[in-house]
Structure formats: structure tokens, C-alpha cells
């Protein structure tokens, strides 16, 4: 239906009015920046939220952020073990075969793919890590499909531990606060808070 003016006849006649602000369906100026955030924060109802990993200089500024939250959020950083990830890997027998093997692949358009400098994979082709082995299996079944044999799926690189964010809310806090907050914490950590996975 053609649109109308809040003050046409064609409105009137619909009885329709303008919303009031802050109503659903309102649509108050806002930056772009601050809209997402709250579009963001409106679907998801976790009153914990966790980002990461993040490397020492991300960590670093949320512990300084941490120190000056409003009453009812509180934000710090764990650390915990690094989850099991699998590498499809092609071997190589040297650095030349793996450079060959490099432009064959991306000229298949393969991507995301690197040469092993060291290691025990050294001059192995990485095809991609992957947290799940299913993910990997995927990947493995593309490869092999665009006609290139002899991959492998294998452990993929871990780290001792990795160092997550956490920002939770509490009844003094406000909605506009925790929706400040959350807007900040993904600012500082560079990746999308998501709800906690842990208590």
C-alpha cells in the first residue's frame, strides 16, 4: 500500500498515529554505531555475556575498562584451557612441491591456505583449522572433490590457554547500561559478546 503522511487524510481515515518514542516501531535518530548495538542487545536476553579469545593487548584494556563500570555490571577475564582443534593439512615433500601445490590450489580457488614453515607438518599445506571434526571432514570432502588427493585431517595447533571476557548484569543496573556496556565490551575485544557458556 502507498505510504502517507502522519498528518494525510489517507492516515486519519486508517487510524493510524504516530508512535510515541520509545515505542516498538518508533524510530528515533540514532548513529549508526549506537542503533546496532541496540538492535544487538535486544535479542539476546543473557544477563552474561563472554568474548574472546583475546590476546594481552585486548585483555589488557578490558581490565582498565572493568575498574570504572556503573553499579550492577561487572566485567573481567578468565582463563581457561584451549578446546581441541583439527588441521586438514596436504603433506608436502618440500618447500618447492608446496609452493606448486600452493598455485594449483589457489588457482582451483582455494583459499585460506598457507605453506607449514616448521614443525613436525613442515612444507605441509594448511587447508584450515577447525574446532569440530565435522567441520574438518567438510572440508576435506571439497578438497578432494575439486580433485586433489592425499589430504589429511590431524590435531590442529593448541595453546596452553586462552584468556576470555566476561561482562554480567545485576538488578541496579539499568537496561540502557547493560546495553552501554555490552556496545563497549565488543568495541574492546574486537568480536561479538555472546551469552555465557559457563555459570
Do not use: H
Request: glycine fraction near 10%; include cysteine; charged fraction near 20%.
Amino acid at each position: 500500500p502507498a505510504e502517507a503522511g502522519a498528518g494525510s487524510p489517507a492516515a486519519a481515515s486508517a487510524g493510524t498515529v504516530p508512535a510515541p518514542a520509545g515505542a516498538p516501531g518508533a524510530s528515533p535518530t540514532a548513529s549508526p554505531a549506537s542503533a546496532a548495538a541496540v538492535a544487538a542487545a535486544a535479542g539476546l536476553k543473557a544477563q552474561c555475556l563472554e568474548a574472546g579469545p583475546l590476546d594481552e593487548a585486548r585483555a589488557e584494556r578490558v581490565r582498565q575498562w572493568a575498574r570504572g563500570l556503573r553499579p550492577g555490571l561487572q566485567a573481567g577475564l578468565e582463563r581457561r584451557p584451549e578446546t581441541p582443534s583439527f588441521m586438514v593439512y596436504l603433506p608436502s615433500p618440500s618447500a618447492a612441491e608446496a609452493q606448486r601445490r600452493l598455485a594449483q590450489l589457489r588457482q582451483a580457488g582455494v583459499a585460506d591456505i598457507y605453506a607449514i614453515p616448521d614443525g613436525a607438518l613442515r612444507n605441509a599445506i594448511s587447508l584450515g583449522i577447525f574446532s569440530a571434526q565435522e567441520g574438518a571432514r567438510t572440508r576435506l570432502d571439497e578438497i578432494t572433490a575439486r580433485g586433489f588427493s592425499g589430504a589429511r585431517i590431524g590435531p590442529g595447533p593448541t595453546r596452553p590457554e586462552r584468556t576470555m571476557a566476561r561482562l554480567t548484569r545485576s538488578a541496579p543496573a539499568t537496561e540502557a547500561a547493560w546495553i552501554e556496556a555490552r556496545a563497549r565490551l565488543q568495541e574492546l575485544a574486537g568480536i561479538d559478546p555472546v551469552a555465557c557458556v559457563t555459570p
